[in-house]
């Protein structure tokens, strides 16, 4: 059923029957699918504003399946189930449906909307939470001479990494960030540790939980997955990692969803053949590995073996980095949606269908601030660094923590959007004769010469001078003068000499990728 169509729709009548009657479809309505209909009544003389007649003189009168005169009820709305459609007459044309639902749209802009529970609400609560206990935040707010739950975000402290962790080594195992008694927490997960060597463990309620499982299912919803249509699989080893069961557990409350732990690459690949996956969740760098495999001797899978419509990743940049983008999409013939988020506070963003090369923050779940070098946000279009505190994550809730994650300020049509997703790491960012470099942003003039397998950048200290050099790995058959012309467009985006090297043998990665090397 689709949008235009006149269906017959089962309706009580005055005496207390039903009776089919025909109804016109509107829209189809994320994220089920239900029908939004508007009725039709041969009564003419009860037309409204909102209404309009479609009479036998009317070019799609013949096509809509109506006997007599009758008027289109824009006034008379209605939420159906689209299984609860008893039959179809016709189709008005395309031109009636968009003057309909114009019209209908300039009807409720007109509505005064009620007002959504705001930030400071919203934080207030959380602050009010936070200090009827002994913990870490409580502890921090104390400190900073903050008694009372009626300060603005900008008001408050900013939290570390580095104090998670001091606060986990003072209050082993779990740190002290807890708002209830442990025995309400009964979801485990662990942070990689990959950017300070220490993995830490964070603990959730129920109630927590199902916060951050919303937060995934706007990231499905957003890349246009249909509930009862699509087949999730995520590509995740069966641990600690945040990202694969908030992501397996949203996909399972409205898609088919298919665990791949404890799987081969191989099997992955013909498990998601074998079950019509239609949606690969995992990191870019993964999915580039899965990509090289499809159709070799060894994977006994081709591309039209595959279902694959959609690539959903996460766990490391890459995602908006254009070349790599690019070969996903051609390895693939699927569409790539990029998503961001932590153990430390939950799934962040999403990227649209109708905006891509964007991140969304989700702003109903988190207060999100973009500061500079001092501290305060940037205006915008600048890049500084992504701030969150958590607002319904509240059972181990972090106020204003600096991510780490480099980012592009946008407002597009109010919403705060990080354009090209998250760029680099604050604590990633070296200095090269004078030059701030970005691991992604190497990695974004690499990615666009496709005949790259793999890569890797050496950073280490000669003569007390910081350098670095790429090693690239080139697929068979490249010819070796491909080192050139990477070197002349390193050379052109940064200003300077970095000297590439082909190699072979370069590591390949199921998780996180770790292509900066110190040495």
């Given at each position: 059923?689709?949008?235009?169509?006149?269906?017959?729709?089962?309706?009580?009548?005055?005496?207390?029957?039903?009776k089919?009657?025909?109804?016109?479809?509107?829209?189809?309505?994320?994220p089920?699918?239900?029908?939004?209909?508007?009725?039709?009544?041969?009564?003419?003389?009860?037309?409204?504003?909102?209404?309009?007649?479609?009479?036998?003189?009317?070019?799609?009168?013949?096509?809509?399946?109506?006997?007599?005169?009758?008027?289109?009820?824009?006034?008379?709305?209605?939420?159906?189930?689209?299984?609860?459609?008893?039959?179809?007459?016709?189709?008005?044309?395309?031109q009636?449906?968009?003057?309909?639902?114009?019209?209908?749209?300039?009807y409720?802009?007109?509505?005064?909307?009620?007002?959504?529970?705001?930030?400071?609400?919203?934080?207030?609560?959380?602050?009010?939470?936070?200090?009827?206990?002994?913990?870490?935040?409580?502890?921090?707010?104390?400190?900073?001479?903050?008694?009372?739950?009626?300060?603005?975000?900008?008001?408050l402290?900013?939290?570390?990494?580095?104090?998670?962790?001091?606060?986990?080594?003072?209050?082993p195992?779990?740190?002290?960030?807890?708002t209830?008694?442990?025995?309400?927490?009964?979801?485990?997960?662990?942070?990689?540790?990959?950017?300070?060597?220490?993995?830490?463990?964070?603990?959730?309620?129920?109630?927590?939980?199902?916060?951050?499982?919303?937060?995934?299912?706007?990231?499905?919803h957003?890349?246009?997955?249909?509930?009862?249509?699509?087949?999730?699989?995520?590509?995740?080893?069966?641990?600690?990692?945040?990202?694969?069961?908030?992501?397996?557990?949203?996909?399972?409350?409205?898609?088919?969803?298919?665990?791949?732990?404890?799987?081969?690459?191989?099997?992955?690949?013909q498990?998601?053949?074998?079950?019509?996956?239609?949606?690969?969740?995992?990191?870019?760098?993964?999915?580039?590995?899965?990509?090289?495999?499809?159709?070799?001797?060894?994977?006994?899978?081709?591309?039209?073996d595959?279902?694959?419509?959609?690539?959903?990743?996460?766990?490391?940049p890459?995602?908006?980095?254009?070349?790599?983008?690019?070969?996903?999409?051609?390895?693939?013939?699927?569409?790539?949606?990029?998503?961001?988020?932590?153990?430390?506070?939950?799934?962040?963003?999403?990227?649209?269908?109708?905006l891509?090369?964007?991140?969304?923050?989700?702003?109903?779940?988190?207060?999100?601030?973009?500061?500079?070098?001092?501290?305060?946000?940037?205006?915008?279009?600048?890049?500084?660094?992504?701030?969150?505190?958590?607002?319904h994550?509240?059972?181990?809730?972090?106020?204003?923590?600096?991510?780490?994650?480099?980012?592009?300020?946008?407002?597009?049509?109010?919403?705060?959007?990080?354009?090209?997703?998250?760029?680099?790491?604050?604590d990633?960012?070296?200095?090269i004769?004078?030059?701030?470099?970005?691991?992604?942003?190497?990695?974004?003039?690499?990615?666009?010469?496709?005949?790259?397998?793999?890569?890797?950048?050496?950073?280490?200290?000669?003569?007390?001078?910081?350098?670095?050099?790429?090693?690239?790995e080139?697929?068979?058959?490249?010819?070796?003068s491909?080192?050139?012309?990477?070197?002349?467009?390193?050379?052109?985006?940064?200003?300077?000499?970095?000297?590439?090297r082909?190699?072979?043998?370069?590591?390949?990665?199921?998780?996180k990728?770790?292509?900066?090397?110190?040495?």
């Amino acid at each position: 059923m689709s949008e235009g169509e006149v269906l017959l729709m089962s309706l009580p009548q005055a005496d207390g029957q039903t009776k089919l009657r025909p109804v016109i479809c509107l829209r189809v309505m994320p994220p089920f699918g239900d029908l939004l209909v508007c009725g039709i009544s041969t009564q003419l003389q009860q037309a409204s504003p909102l209404d309009e007649t479609i009479a036998p003189g009317d070019a799609d009168f013949r096509s809509s399946g109506l006997k007599k005169p009758s008027l289109i009820r824009l006034g008379f709305l209605m939420g159906n189930p689209k299984g609860t459609m008893q039959g179809r007459l016709g189709r008005i044309d395309s031109q009636r449906l968009a003057r309909l639902q114009s019209r209908l749209a300039t009807y409720l802009t007109e509505i005064p909307r009620p007002q959504v529970q705001p930030e400071d609400t919203k934080l207030r609560s959380l602050l009010r939470l936070i200090l009827a206990s002994d913990n870490f935040n409580a502890r921090k707010l104390h400190a900073a001479g903050i008694e009372h739950p009626g300060v603005s975000l900008r008001a408050l402290p900013f939290t570390t990494k580095s104090e998670l962790l001091a606060d986990r080594v003072q209050h082993p195992p779990f740190g002290s960030a807890m708002t209830e008694p442990l025995v309400n927490y009964t979801r485990f997960c662990q942070t990689s540790g990959t950017s300070t060597g220490q993995p830490m463990a964070w603990v959730d309620t129920p109630q927590s939980w199902q916060a951050m499982l919303e937060c995934w299912r706007k990231v499905f919803h957003a890349a246009g997955l249909k509930p009862g249509e699509d087949r999730v699989f995520t590509a995740f080893a069966f641990g600690p990692f945040l990202g694969f069961w908030t992501a397996f557990e949203a996909a399972a409350t409205d898609y088919l969803a298919i665990p791949g732990g404890g799987l081969s690459s191989q099997a992955r690949l013909q498990t998601m053949a074998r079950y019509g996956a239609t949606t690969l969740c995992c990191t870019p760098t993964y999915a580039v590995r899965l990509g090289e495999m499809i159709g070799t001797a060894e994977a006994g899978v081709s591309l039209t073996d595959l279902s694959i419509r959609k690539l959903i990743v996460a766990g490391e940049p890459g995602g908006n980095v254009p070349g790599l983008r690019q070969r996903l999409e051609k390895l693939w013939n699927a569409r790539v949606f990029d998503h961001h988020g932590m153990t430390e506070v939950g799934p962040v963003s999403f990227e649209s269908v109708e905006l891509p090369g964007h991140l969304q923050i989700i702003e109903a779940a988190y207060a999100a601030e973009v500061i500079g070098a001092d501290d305060q946000e940037v205006a915008e279009g600048e890049d500084g660094e992504l701030v969150l505190t958590t607002l319904h994550r509240t059972a181990c809730p972090l106020l204003r923590y600096r991510t780490g994650d480099w980012v592009k300020k946008r407002r597009i049509d109010g919403r705060l959007c990080l354009e090209g997703g998250v760029l680099g790491r604050v604590d990633e960012m070296v200095v090269i004769r004078g030059v701030n470099l970005y691991p992604s942003a190497v990695e974004g003039v690499v990615r666009q010469f496709p005949e790259v397998a793999e890569f890797q950048v050496v950073h280490q200290q000669i003569d007390a001078m910081d350098e670095v050099e790429v090693r690239v790995e080139l697929l068979p058959g490249t010819p070796e003068s491909l080192q050139r012309r990477i070197e002349d467009r390193l050379r052109d985006t940064f200003a300077m000499r970095i000297p590439v090297r082909l190699t072979t043998g370069l590591p390949r990665f199921e998780f996180k990728a770790k292509r900066w090397v110190k040495v």
